[in-house]
Structure formats: C-alpha cells, structure tokens
C-alpha cells in the first residue's frame, strides 16, 4: 500500500469540506467566520499603524530638515564676522552641497491690529531657493524671486495676521538706540511677497524670511552673521560630517547637526513604534487565538469522521495536516485580506480622513494642535513583510496543537458511542 504524499489533493478536499461546513452539519462555520474576521483587522490594524507611524516619521524629518540646516556652524557668544571665508573652507569638506550665512532674531510682527512673535531669519536669495520645503511645497503663495523687495511670511502667521500678498507687515525689534530706559525699539513695515508652507505648523506660524542686508540692519548686524546653515549631499551623513565641518570652519566655532537638535524627539518616536507594535502584536495573538477555539470545536464535533478516516487507513498524519490546513487557511486568507485593506487605507488616507472630517462636520484634524497638516502615511515593504510574517507565523503554530490532539484521537475511542 502505498503512503499519499503530504499534502494530498484528498486532504485539501476533506479540509474546505470542514471549514465550509454549517453547524447543523457538525461543522463551526460561525468561528470560522468570527476567526477570519478577526485576523483580517488584526492585521489591517497591524499594516495601518505601521504606514501611519513611519509616515509621522518621515514627514517630521523631512519637515524639520527640508526647513533647517543639516548642519549648523556657530561662535559660542559671539557673531561670525569671516562668514564669507568660513563659507569657502566648508564648501571644500567633501559631501558639502551649500553654506548660508544668516542673520536670526526675535521680533514682534503686526497687522491689521493683530500681534505674533516672529522668528527672523535674514539670508541671501539664492540660499532661501535650496530650501526646499520653502520653496517646493505645493501651498506656496507669490514668487521667491521678489525677497529683495520684501518679505516672505509662513502660512500660519500671515493667516494669523491676515496678512495677504502686497499687504504691509510692521516688524519691531530691540535694536535701537541705548536709553536710560533700556534699549530702545525699532519698526519697519515691509510688503509681503511670498507666502510659504513647509508642512509643520510650528515653524509656519512664525517663520520670517527678509533678505540678507536688510537683517542686517535691523538688528544691528553689519558685516556679520550670526550662525552658518551647511546642507549636506545626504542628510544621513550629517553626524559623520559635522565635526570635519567644525574643523575647516575654524577655532572657536562649534557645529551641531539636526539630528542633536531633534534627536530626543526621534528617539521618542523609536520608543513609541516599537511599544506600539508590540500592543498590536498581542492583538494579532489574540485574533489568532480564535483559531484554537475554533479548531478545538471543530475536533470535537467531527470525531465520530476522524474514526472513521482512521480505519479506512488514513495515518495521523494524514488527520493532522487536514486539521492544520483548516486553521492555516483561516489565518492565511485573514492575513491576505488584512494585507489589502491595509494598504488600500494607506494608499487612500487624505481621501478617507477628508470623509471623516466631512461626516464629522469638520475639526478631526487641528494642526495647530498635531504640528503637521494632515495624516501622512508611507506603506513600506518591510513593515507589510513584518505584519504578514507575525500574522501567519502566530496562525500556523497555534494551529498545530489543536490538529496534533485529532491526529492523536483514538479510532476506537472516537467510534464507541456512535
């Protein structure tokens, strides 16, 4: 006699046979249902957290970077007054895309009757054009080329101010002359000609642009810079760089990279992904327990069939790979469901959330208040792989218990009270 191969064409045929089966038949098909559900938004919640929370990250780095230096040079308690020589000696450090001398400060920005704090940055034309959140974002209102005759605003302040373009913007700073009193303030009132968004609102609702010179000026900044903002070829590269930087910048200069200015939050974040993907992982631990419980049923109410399999010759073999393909079919095809919905809800977040905030009425989303503009989200390989290996791998090997303990049922047992 010979021994069918594993796997045979029989056992899927008894296999979807069981899982098919109504309850008035002896069969579980409402577990089945209940299992199948289960692991299909165990892993769609699995796929959608993972999209969402490498989206955050992407989107904060690429905000934060694409509006800031990678690297940025400064003189402890002092100004640079050499800015222009240091700029050519950093531009000979390989992987050195760009230098900017700027001029920053602190100002009270008004209009209309309405007052903000206002960070001030002072830069040259053709270095505001390499920042590319400044300039490629899709909300940019008027033309960059125009910064020599005024100045450029981000979106939440000039919607703050209501401030359009060619309205008039008062600036004061304390750069005055010294009096008794203290030192003195000074206004100007410059046109807006440009309006930005780099896609964080924190740096939008204060965020300033004037022209190099006219920073100068107003805060008592002739011939000087405060800080030089270096971008890097690669923006990974920027730890590696920043000291290299340091040392052909000059002594008494000290230069830090991005990621120290950001780095607790990133670290912050890394904590968080992976306390959050733990808290799902037990999700998907628990929809696959369902599978047990459903197996285990389905074992009990087909005993009477596992004897009768057995003295037509059917190894325990046999039986537990029947038993198997039944738990492993629920996983698998929960997982392949969960798989589409949750890259379709990846692929479809502005159009989803845009619903909800319609049925809503409005308000889910307050990026005053969450930073950034909308719900970014970028489905990657690794984490599909991730949340399709622990929802199989879970599904499979609880799997085996229960079909180990039909492989084992004795024949004679199983067939006694029948």
């Known amino acids: 006699m010979n021994t ?11 296999a979807w046979r069981y899982i098919r089966a109504k309850r008035a038949e002896g069969g579980v098909s409402v577990m089945t ?9 165990a892993v769609f919640a699995l796929i959608a957290t993972l999209a969402v929370r490498s989206g955050f990250r992407a989107e904060f780095i690429d905000t934060i970077v694409g509006a800031n230096a990678h690297v940025t040079v400064v003189r402890p308690r002092d100004v ?30 008004g209009a209309f ?39 450029a605003l ?65 805060f008592n900044r002739d011939s000087v810079a405060d800080e030089l903002d270096v971008r890097l070829d690669d923006i990974n590269q920027s730890e590696a760089l920043k000291q290299d930087i340091a040392n052909a910048a000059g002594p008494n200069v000290w230069a ?53 399999l057995r003295t037509m010759g059917l190894t325990e073999g046999s039986i537990l790979r029947i038993f198997f393909i039944c738990g492993a079919g629920i996983g698998t095809i929960g997982t392949a469901l969960g798989v589409i919905l949750g890259c379709l809800f990846a692929i479809y977040i502005d159009q989803i959330f845009s619903l909800v905030n319609y049925v809503a009425g409005g308000g889910v989303w307050d990026p005053s208040i969450r930073g950034i503009y909308n719900v970014p989200a970028e489905l990657h390989l ?29 024949p004679v047992e199983a067939l006694r009270y029948e």
């Not at 009757?113 to 959140?133: C, F, N």
């Open 4 to 14: 069918p191969r594993p796997f045979a064409k029989f056992e899927w045929m008894i």
């Open 33 to 41: 249902w209940i299992s199948l559900i289960g692991v299909t938004l």
């Open 80 to 109: 640079i007054a050499d800015y222009a020589e240091m700029a050519e000696r950093i531009m000979q450090v390989p992987g050195v895309a760009s230098v900017a001398p700027l001029v920053r400060g602190q100002a009270m920005a």
């Open 113 to 151: 009757g309405q007052i903000a704090l206002a960070d001030i940055y002072g830069i040259h034309l053709d270095d505001l054009k390499a920042s590319e959140a400044i300039v490629d974002s899709e909300r940019t209102i008027g033309d960059i080329d125009d910064l020599p005759n005024g100045i």
């Open 154 to 218: 981000g979106s939440a302040l000039a919607a703050n101010l209501g401030l359009g373009l060619g309205d008039r913007i008062e600036i004061t700073t304390r750069s005055g002359a010294a009096t008794p009193m203290g030192q003195s303030t000074r206004r100007n009132a410059y046109e807006v000609v440009y309006i930005f968004s780099t896609g964080r609102y924190q740096i939008d609702e204060v965020r300033a642009y004037l022209p190099f010179d006219v920073a100068q000026s107003i």
């Open 256 to 308: 830090y990279s991005w990621q120290d200015r950001v780095g607790r939050f990133l670290r912050a974040l890394t904590i968080e992904d992976n306390v959050m993907f733990i808290i799902l992982s037990i999700l998907v631990l628990v929809a696959s327990m369902n599978i047990i419980s459903g197996l285990i049923m389905l074992v009990k109410n087909k005993g009477r069939d596992v004897g009768i």
């Open 382 to 410: 690794s984490d599909v792989l991730k949340a399709v290996s622990l929802s199989l791998g879970l599904s499979w090997i609880i799997t085996i218990f229960p079909a180990r303990r039909a492989a084992r049922m004795n």
